[in-house]
């Protein structure tokens, strides 16, 4: 008996070790997560940090000199460029080094690995929209660089140099709950990184919807209710710039073509209210005589941050600002003498091809009036705890079929043949992004600016620029197919060589403008130019709200300091509400409201049309306007093949101010019809009822910051790793346009001189470990809408007191 006694002790025992040891599903295994000796115990830090320490690493060619502020931000000073971009790469991993892994292997297709199959869909897309195929040509590119490829190189050793330092304990966080180990960075990587910037930025798509549209409706209302240039605009190149340049022949249209589409396919559609703002002032409108530049990128706001703040100084170049980790060198940042920000163009430049293949083999595509050889990719999509996934994705000329849809008739091939959704993407080819950024980064005027620009290719970006030389400029920026207009606004026909790219626009034909008259430049994602630009860029930009208030306050703003700017930058007064509000006032009948909706009326008439955070009226006016336009549009556009596809907010204005006896204000599920003064009464006294509702009588409830969410989520979407909800004001269409999760990642304005002082803040810290102080220590800062200034310093022998460690890396003999 005792001997069974024992034996089922020990077996129990020996069970429950493997049990807590053992990955379940999401679980991680709970021993080895929970253990004191390498659990996540390991991963809490002290506040308190020496002030000077010491580190030996084989690599090195000199020493290196890093200073840490009080935020934690590195000062690297670097007797060489290798060593720069070695430390560059080794304090990132020290900060950073799962978010290294997880942005990598999220753009390779490769999170099933450490995820399990709940990842594969998103890898087997990443793999099947060409993204390591992207990768693989960039890296080709960018490697055959002399300078590049050494900076590549150089970071890669950097960042591997302290993932050998690491045993399990010394694992960030994410990987002790995910129950895997980092592996070595690769130079690829550098390059997945960029290719994940052009899915964020320049990778939504709504051909499929449109096209779909334009069977519903046919061409005339398509073209009416989706214009190619909107009702309002304040164009990022003045109207009215002459083009002095001889523009190539623009393209002849192909016949017309309406691709058929297998509606179940999920595809990135483009998501409105999203953006960002950069611009930069005279010094003419200054108080300094110099210019000013600001710069507000809007993404998706993660802990850690997208982006890694840091100085790098060498011999020959001395930068400040912000980097990606996985890339070397600054992205967003000034010099002593330039500064330079980007934000988004949205640039037509990626684009779907209906395939019409011989037979189900596929070996054979019907393009040109004769049949063309496929070629394949093998994808090998590997999956923790199952075998892995082998994909065999066809590629054209066109680029990889993502897609094979259902077989249908076709007009060259009799019966049924098989059809896919080919994708020609710019981020498939040849480029050297990491080239503009190397030379903005040792860059010295005007001339640097422009010669760093014709290196990059994508994501087509809007470079604004000043300098201490006092110029100021904007370019909207990027590697753009030669098109005719609305080439891509539908599936192309991909038999027709007419639909396909026909070359591109020259460079220096980009739009640009150096030193306007006006003395100011800006962007705020909306059209790049007025309808006199002879090149189709896109049918389709930002609205023109956020532009409009910038251009409107900078046009009368004088002696503008760097205060000027953050204020500006914090900005949110809604152009909306100035353009509309009377408008739907006027339609509003008082007499026959109720005693609450006769509060929320007068309090509407009341308001100053600012997002703030204790705005009542901001509150009503948004749940106002989204009734409105969700009542006009969703029953026309209702169909799962449209994909809620509804005609844009400017074109919804221009409905309401301009067509009032539109036959669009009629819901067709209804037997009545339905006019515009009925929908906007019906919404206001709806979305008045619905508050009660949710919030109560009229009162603190209803104001914006309590109505609206607002977080800073991890990258892993666990609760307790996030901001969690906090108030803010702004919104999509303000210049502070904080909207569902995203808002200013990066908040930078940089006073050019003779001496150059930049500030800046992002919302989060630069460690990505939780359990450290400089996790989430300049939150509060940036939700405050304040700037702290950023410390540029000359030399590693500069004294300041925010200076709090120094790190003295020597070659390891």
């Given at each position: 008996m005792?001997?069974?006694?024992?034996?089922?002790?020990?077996?129990?025992?020996l069970a429950l070790?493997?049990?807590?040891q053992?990955?379940?599903?999401p679980v991680?295994p709970?021993?080895k997560?929970?253990?004191p000796?390498d659990?996540?115990?390991?991963n809490?830090?002290s506040?308190h940090i020496?002030a000077?320490r010491t580190?030996?690493l084989?690599?090195?060619t000199?020493?290196?000199i890093?200073?840490?502020?009080?935020n934690r931000i590195?000062?690297?000073?670097?007797?060489?460029?290798?060593?720069?971009?070695?430390?560059?790469?080794?304090v990132?991993?020290?900060e950073r080094?799962?978010?290294?892994d997880?942005?990598?292997?999220?753009?390779?297709?490769?999170?099933?690995e450490?995820?399990?199959?709940q990842?594969l869909?998103?890898?087997?897309?990443h793999r099947?929209?060409g993204?390591?195929?992207?990768?693989?040509?960039?890296?080709?590119?960018?490697?055959?660089a002399?300078?590049i490829?050494?900076?590549i190189?150089?970071?890669?050793?950097?960042i591997?140099?302290?993932i050998h330092?690491l045993?399990p304990r010394?694992?960030?966080?994410?990987?002790?709950?995910?129950d895997?180990?980092?592996?070595?960075?690769?130079?690829i990587?550098?390059?997945?990184?960029l290719?994940?910037?052009?899915?964020?930025?320049?990778?939504g798509?709504?051909e499929?919807?449109?096209?779909?549209?334009?069977k519903?409706?046919g061409?005339?209302?398509?073209?009416?209710l989706?214009?190619?240039y909107p009702m309002?605009?304040?164009?990022?190149?003045?109207?009215?710039?002459?083009?002095n340049?001889?523009p190539?022949?623009?393209p002849?249209p192909s016949?017309?073509?309406l691709?058929?589409?297998?509606?179940?396919?999920?595809r990135v559609?483009?998501?409105?209210?999203?953006?960002?703002?950069?611009?930069?002032v005279?010094?003419?409108?200054?108080a300094n005589?110099?210019?000013?530049l600001a710069?507000d990128p809007?993404?998706?706001l993660?802990?850690?941050?997208?982006?890694f703040q840091?100085?790098?100084?060498a011999p020959?170049?001395?930068?400040?600002?912000?980097?990606?980790p996985?890339?070397p060198s600054?992205i967003?940042?000034?010099n002593n003498?330039?500064?330079?920000?980007?934000?988004?163009v949205d640039a037509?430049?990626?684009d779907?091809?209906?395939?019409?293949f011989?037979d189900?083999?596929k070996?054979?595509?019907?393009?040109?009036?004769?049949?063309?050889?496929?070629?394949r990719r093998v994808?090998?999509i590997n999956?923790r705890?199952?075998k892995p996934?082998?994909?065999t994705?066809?590629?054209?000329?066109?680029?990889?079929v993502?897609?094979?849809?259902?077989s249908?008739?076709?007009e060259?091939?009799?019966?049924?043949?098989p059809?896919?959704?080919a994708?020609?993407?710019?981020?498939h080819?040849?480029?050297?992004?990491?080239?503009t950024?190397?030379?903005l980064?040792?860059?010295k005027?005007?001339?640097d600016?422009?010669?760093?620009l014709?290196?990059?290719?994508?994501p087509a970006?809007?470079?604004v620029f000043?300098s201490r030389d006092?110029?100021i400029?904007?370019t909207p920026?990027?590697?753009?197919?030669l098109?005719y207009?609305?080439q891509g606004?539908?599936?192309l026909?991909?038999?027709?060589?007419a639909?396909?790219?026909h070359g591109?626009?020259?460079f220096?034909?980009?739009?640009?403008v150096k030193n306007?008259?006006?003395?100011?430049?800006s962007?705020?994602?909306?059209s790049?130019?007025?309808?006199t630009?002879p090149y189709y860029?896109?049918?389709?930009f930002?609205?023109?709200?956020r532009g409009?208030r910038?251009?409107?306050?900078?046009s009368?703003?004088?002696?503008?300091t760097?205060?000027?700017?953050?204020?500006l930058?914090?900005d949110v007064?809604?152009?909306?509400?100035?353009?509309?509000?009377?408008?739907?006032l006027?339609y509003?009948d008082a007499?026959k409201?109720?005693?609450t909706?006769t509060v929320?009326?007068?309090t509407?008439?009341?308001?100053?049309?600012?997002?703030?955070?204790n705005?009542?009226g901001a509150?009503i006016?948004?749940?106002?306007w989204?009734k409105?336009?969700?009542m006009?549009?969703?029953?026309?556009?209702?169909?799962?093949?449209?994909?809620?596809?509804y005609p844009?907010?400017d074109?919804?204005?221009?409905l309401?101010?301009?067509?009032?006896?539109s036959?669009?204000f009629?819901?067709t599920?209804?037997?009545?019809?339905?006019t515009?003064?009925?929908i906007?009464?019906?919404a206001?006294?709806?979305?008045?009822?619905?508050?009660v509702?949710?919030?109560?009588?009229?009162?603190k409830?209803?104001?914006?910051?309590?109505?609206?969410?607002?977080e800073?989520?991890?990258?892993t979407?666990q609760?307790a790793?996030?901001?969690g909800?906090f108030?803010?004001?702004?919104?999509?269409?303000?210049i502070?346009?904080?909207?569902?999760g995203?808002g200013?990642s990066?908040?930078?304005?940089?006073q050019?001189?003779?001496?150059?002082?930049?500030?800046g803040i992002?919302?989060?810290g630069e460690?990505?470990?939780?359990?450290s102080?400089?996790y989430?220590?300049?939150?509060k800062?940036w939700q405050?809408?304040?700037?702290?200034e950023?410390l540029?310093m000359q030399?590693?022998?500069e004294?300041s007191s925010r200076?709090?460690t120094?790190?003295?890396?020597?070659n390891q003999?």
């Open positions: 005792k001997f069974i006694k024992a034996f089922f002790s020990i077996a129990f025992t070790i493997w049990l807590l053992t990955k379940h599903g991680p709970v021993g997560f929970l253990s000796a659990g996540f115990w390991q809490a830090e506040k020496l000077s580190l030996n084989t690599g090195l000199g020493k290196v890093i200073k840490y502020d009080e590195p000062h690297i000073f670097a007797d060489n460029e290798h060593d720069l971009y070695y430390a560059q790469g080794y990132t991993a020290t080094l799962w978010q290294l997880i942005q990598t292997r999220s753009a390779a297709g490769r999170l099933a450490i995820a399990g199959p990842a869909e998103i890898d087997r897309y099947r929209m993204m390591v195929y992207g990768a693989e040509n960039s890296l080709k590119e960018m490697m055959a002399k300078p490829r050494e900076m190189l150089a970071y890669t050793d950097g591997n140099a302290y330092q045993g010394e694992y960030p966080l994410e990987f002790k709950l995910l895997y180990a980092p592996e070595d960075f690769k130079p990587n550098c390059a997945f990184l290719k994940l910037m052009s899915e964020t930025l320049a990778g798509s709504n499929f919807a449109m096209s779909n549209v334009l519903k409706f061409a005339n209302a398509t073209n009416d989706f214009p190619d309002r605009e304040d164009p990022i190149i003045p109207a009215g710039t002459k083009w340049f001889k190539l022949p623009i002849k016949g017309s073509f691709a058929a589409m297998n509606d179940s396919a999920k559609v483009k998501e409105e209210g999203i953006g960002s703002n950069n611009w930069a005279a010094g003419s409108k200054t005589g110099y210019p000013i710069n809007h993404l998706n993660t802990y850690p941050s997208i982006w840091l100085q790098l100084s020959g170049v001395n930068v400040y600002g912000v980097s990606l996985g890339a600054i967003l940042g000034f003498n330039i500064s330079w920000g980007i934000t988004n037509d430049v990626l779907w091809y209906q395939v019409k011989k189900d083999k070996n054979e595509y019907w393009y040109n009036n004769r049949w063309n050889k496929t070629t994808e090998v999956i705890g199952q996934l082998i994909d994705v066809i590629y054209t000329h066109h680029g990889p993502v897609y094979e849809d259902k249908k008739t076709t060259h091939t009799p019966g049924f043949v059809i896919g959704d994708l020609r993407w710019i981020a080819d040849r480029s050297n992004e990491l080239m950024m190397y030379i980064n040792h860059g005027n005007y001339d600016y422009r010669k760093a014709t290196y990059f290719n994508a970006s809007n470079f000043a006092k110029d400029a904007i920026n990027g590697k753009f197919p098109k207009k609305d606004k539908f599936i026909d991909g038999t027709d060589p639909d396909d790219w591109w626009i020259p220096d034909q980009n739009p640009t306007p008259p006006r003395g100011f430049v962007s705020a994602n909306q790049s130019t007025d309808q630009y860029i896109n049918w389709q930002a609205p023109y709200q409009k910038i251009n409107d306050r900078l009368v703003m004088h002696n503008a760097v205060d000027s700017m953050r204020i930058q914090t007064y809604s152009i909306r509400a100035q353009d509309m509000m009377p408008v739907l006027k509003l007499s409201l109720d005693k909706q929320a009326y007068n509407l008439k009341n308001w100053d049309k600012n997002f703030a955070i705005s009542v509150s006016f948004n749940a106002w989204l409105i336009y969700d006009i549009w969703s029953d026309d556009f209702a169909a799962k093949n449209l994909r809620d596809n844009s907010m074109r919804t204005e221009k309401i101010a301009k067509e009032p006896n036959k669009w009629d819901d599920r209804t037997p009545v019809k339905e515009c003064t009925e906007i009464n019906a206001f006294t709806n979305i008045v009822d619905d508050m509702h949710k919030y109560g009588q009229p009162g409830a209803w104001q914006w910051g309590m109505v609206k969410k607002m800073v989520a991890h990258l979407n609760e790793l996030g901001s909800n108030e803010s004001g702004g919104t999509g269409s303000t502070n346009a904080l909207n569902n995203h200013p990066w908040r930078m304005v940089v050019m001189g003779p001496t150059v002082k930049g500030y992002f919302p989060g460690s990505g470990n939780p359990g102080f400089y989430d220590d300049m939150l800062t405050n809408g304040e700037l702290k950023l540029f030399s590693p022998a004294k200076i709090k120094t790190l003295t890396i020597s003999k």
